[in-house]
């Protein structure tokens, strides 16, 4: 009986491979670039690579590599190796965007590379990739990757309003701020103060919607997730494995992790001075979450009241240099 069993499932088995090599290319191509698309990490998608020689072959087939989504991308910095950066750059050939934008802003920001970094972002870009387009505008705010006389307000702003049209928060709220202060546009502040509430309610709306228990900092606030690319930049630079140059500091806001690319790059804040923004958005962010309890309470008897992003935004303007 036990010896009929194990014969057929030894028949079994062999009519399930047949059936599998007798699958049209097509219709495996089609259910991976599904599964590439929906992966909720990269070893998901490297478990199917490593399973046989077929799957490996169309696992890496432009068609299924183009749809690989976010999470299929967002190596982490401990699994970082040259076959991580191989499997970024077949994905940014088979012409997937989030690629691009992920492979641009590592090597923009961790490989030392900015010229390739902003070159991948800005093929992003030109598809309307919201996120490469608000990381590009931080990049011309701070001339990021050359001098103080690199930076470009009006192109900055620019890619900023272009990626707060395709709906990114954060670059609506950047917007918001450049237009209360007249930064790299007139000045406007009843439409500043118009998108700033705008940003606050879609923050809150998403923050509803994806609600959990871990993403609840220490004041009970909820935050929104943060994009894979960030958590790799901070963790890269903040695990102590990688140091950065000397006297460059990190963005003091704990969703971004964007580095200086050269010295004083950083807004400060010029009440403590001990923190250092890449951006408005940024400032304001931390702001809510954490340094309005940190920074000196002395200007905190004197700040207005904290209730709309309109006050708050103010408060934040008035309390830092520019
Ligand atoms: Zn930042
Ligand atoms: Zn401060």
Same mark, same amino acid.
């Given at each position: 009986m036990t010896h009929l069993n194990k014969k057929q499932r030894l028949e079994e088995e062999k009519l399930s #491979? %047949?059936?599998?090599?007798?699958?049209?290319?097509? =219709?495996?191509?089609?259910?991976?670039? &599904? =599964?590439?698309?929906?992966?909720?990490?990269?070893?998901?998608?490297?478990?199917?690579?490593?399973?046989? &020689?077929r799957l490996n072959r169309l696992g890496l087939?432009?068609?299924?590599?183009?749809?690989?989504?976010?999470?299929?991308?967002?190596?982490?910095?401990? &699994?970082?190796?040259?076959?991580?950066?191989? $499997?970024?750059?077949?994905?940014?050939? +088979?012409? %997937?965007?989030?690629?691009?934008?992920?492979?641009?802003?590592?090597? $923009?920001?961790?490989?030392? %590379?900015?010229?390739?970094?902003?070159? =991948?972002?800005?093929?992003? +870009?030109?598809?309307?990739?919201?996120?490469?387009?608000?990381?590009?505008?931080?990049?011309?705010?701070?001339?990021?990757?050359?001098?103080?006389?690199?930076?470009?307000?009006?192109?900055? #702003?620019?890619?900023?309003?272009?990626?707060?049209?395709?709906?990114?928060?954060?670059? =609506?709220?950047?917007?918001?701020?450049?237009?209360?202060?007249?930064?790299?546009?007139?000045?406007d502040v009843s439409e500043g103060r118009r998108l700033l509430i705008q940003a606050n309610a879609r923050e809150l709306a998403c923050s509803l919607r994806s609600y959990n228990e871990t993403l609840t900092d220490l004041c009970g606030v909820p935050v929104k997730e943060i994009h894979p690319v960030n958590r790799f930049l901070k963790?890269? $630079?903040?695990?102590?494995?990688?140091?950065?140059?000397?006297?460059?500091?990190?963005?003091?806001?704990?969703g971004c992790g964007r580095p200086e690319t050269r010295s004083h790059e950083f807004r400060r804040c010029s009440v403590c001075g001990k923190v250092n923004y890449c951006s408005r958005g940024c400032q304001a962010l931390d702001w809510r979450a954490k340094h309005k309890m940190e920074c000196a309470p002395l200007d905190l008897l004197v700040a207005p009241e904290i209730g709309d992003g309109y006050g708050e935004a103010v408060e934040i303007e008035n309390h830092v240099g520019r």
């Open positions: #491979v %047949n059936m599998f090599d007798y699958l049209p290319d097509d =219709l495996v191509i089609s259910i991976l670039r &599904k =599964l590439t698309s929906s992966a909720s990490s990269p070893s998901d998608f490297i478990t199917v690579l490593i399973t046989c &020689k087939h432009p068609l299924v590599l183009s749809r690989a989504g976010t999470h299929t991308l967002a190596v982490t910095p401990d &699994k970082w190796s040259d076959s991580a950066h191989k $499997f970024l750059k077949l994905c940014v050939n +088979a012409g %997937n965007i989030d690629a691009c934008y992920a492979l641009g802003m590592i090597r $923009f920001y961790c490989l030392q %590379n900015p010229v390739s970094g902003a070159s =991948l972002m800005a093929r992003a +870009a030109i598809k309307s990739h919201a996120p490469a387009l608000y990381s590009l505008s931080v990049i011309q705010f701070n001339g990021s990757g050359g001098s103080k006389t690199d930076k470009n307000l009006r192109a900055g #702003v620019a890619l900023c309003a272009r990626s707060a049209y395709l709906g990114h928060v954060d670059a =609506l709220r950047e917007l918001g701020h450049c237009l209360q202060d007249g930064y790299g546009v007139p000045r963790e890269w $630079f903040g695990s102590g494995r990688i140091e950065l140059a000397e006297g460059l500091r990190m963005c003091s806001h704990g």
